[in-house]
């Protein structure tokens, strides 16, 4: 019923920028909330920033001043502009959609390489 399209992810140097897309399809009568979690090789997943309800942001503590969120309501979109990436920011990135009831969908995930 929800579909979540993830994209710009890639390879980048460390210092270098990326910045993640994702769109909502379908039938969507409240969000909640949207955002970024990411999940390194052997690690569980974990939240990189979040835009929840009229608009408050969370960001995670390891991305604070380096990335932001962003969102575009009209188009059910949101963003995340990566900034002074790191190699320890490598990881698949999945985009997360909370409806008003708290019914949560994810996006397939999109690989973010940060090399030295």
């Known amino acids: 019923q929800v579909q979540l399209v993830e994209s710009g992810g890639g390879l980048v140097q460390a210092g270098g920028s990326l910045r993640l897309s994702c769109t909502a399809s379908?039938?969507?009568?409240?969000?909640?909330?949207m955002g970024w979690y990411r999940q390194a090789p052997g690690n569980q997943r974990e939240l990189v920033a979040e835009?929840?309800?009229?608009?408050?942001?969370n960001y995670a503590d390891f991305v604070k001043g380096r990335f932001t969120i962003s969102r575009d309501i009209a188009k059910n979109a949101v963003y995340l502009q990566m900034n002074s990436l790191k190699p320890e920011d490598t990881a698949i990135y999945f985009c997360n959609l909370l409806t008003s009831e708290r019914r949560g969908y994810w996006g397939q995930g999109t690989q973010v390489t940060v090399s030295s």
């Open positions: 835009i929840v309800g009229g608009g408050n942001i």
């Open positions: 379908g039938i969507i009568f409240g969000i909640k909330a």
